[in-house]
């Protein structure tokens, strides 16, 4: 079964300052995606980047970019010039884009980074 | 274009009390899930749809159960309620490509007493 870890559950910022959020995963499989979701105190789950496990190129979104590491299994993603605004719980997650397998489409989760962005 | 409407927002259940908690989608979108959401945790998948009339558990289905009537409505049951089950309850839904991500509902907080 795949797993996600996230193994800082707490990262603090200085606003206009760059921070890094850690994630590996474990998979036997080949195509996936990976994804970070942004969950700010309203609760929405707000998509921040995703990535594509075939394409080499690190996603990058405005100031939110990815170092995807797909020989180790990471996934971290960096956010540049933090604002107040990126506070929230980070999350992790995989899915299977194997659609004969038990994993398909299906999101399994990291346990979270909470960001404090300090002003 | 409402996205995912999950209803209610929040809820109060005593031990033993049965609810329906509601999942309307009005994107046309075939594969549907519930996850739930303990205190600092992520999110463990409950039931799944992959079409009306298709549904199946996923990780931590006990206590649960789901239908898919429509390709819009995935509503989720609890019987028998337990404090095990106050949790956070996330609907989402996606396309048939993964790459285009899952829009998510906004959330039930459910508290059981």
């Known amino acids: 079964a795949q797993t996600v870890t996230q193994s800082q559950p707490e990262m603090s910022v200085q606003e206009a300052e760059t921070v890094t959020l850690s994630c590996t995963y474990d998979?036997?499989?080949?195509?996936?995606?990976l994804f970070w979701y942004k969950q700010p105190p309203s609760r929405q789950m707000i998509l921040v980047i995703r990535q594509e496990a075939y394409k080499q190129q690190n996603a990058t979104e405005n100031r939110f970019s990815v170092n995807f590491q797909k020989a180790a299994k990471s996934f971290s993603l960096k956010i540049s010039d933090s604002q107040l605004g990126d506070a929230a719980m980070y999350f992790c997650a995989y899915s299977s884009d194997n659609a004969g397998g038990t994993s398909y489409g299906k999101l399994t989760f990291g346990q979270g980074t909470i960001l404090t962005v300090h002003p | 274009n409402a996205g995912v409407t999950q209803t209610p927002k929040f809820r109060i259940l005593k031990i033993g009390q049965s609810m329906t908690l509601q999942c309307t989608q009005d994107?046309?979108?075939?594969?549907m899930y519930w996850y739930r959401q303990d205190p600092g945790m992520g999110l463990k998948l409950i039931y799944y749809?992959?079409?009306?009339?298709?549904?199946d558990k996923g990780e931590v289905p006990n206590g649960y159960n789901v239908s898919r009537s429509t390709t819009e409505d995935f509503p989720l049951r609890l019987e028998l309620a337990a404090p095990s089950q106050t949790s956070v309850y996330f609907c989402?839904?996606?396309?048939?490509?993964?790459?285009?991500?899952?829009?998510f509902g906004s959330g039930t907080r459910l508290t059981v007493v």
């Open positions: 989402a839904s996606r396309q048939h490509r993964v790459v285009y991500g899952y829009t």
């Open positions: 998979t036997s499989e080949s195509d996936y995606y």
């Open positions: 749809s992959v079409g009306a009339g298709i549904t």
């Open positions: 994107m046309n979108h075939n594969y």
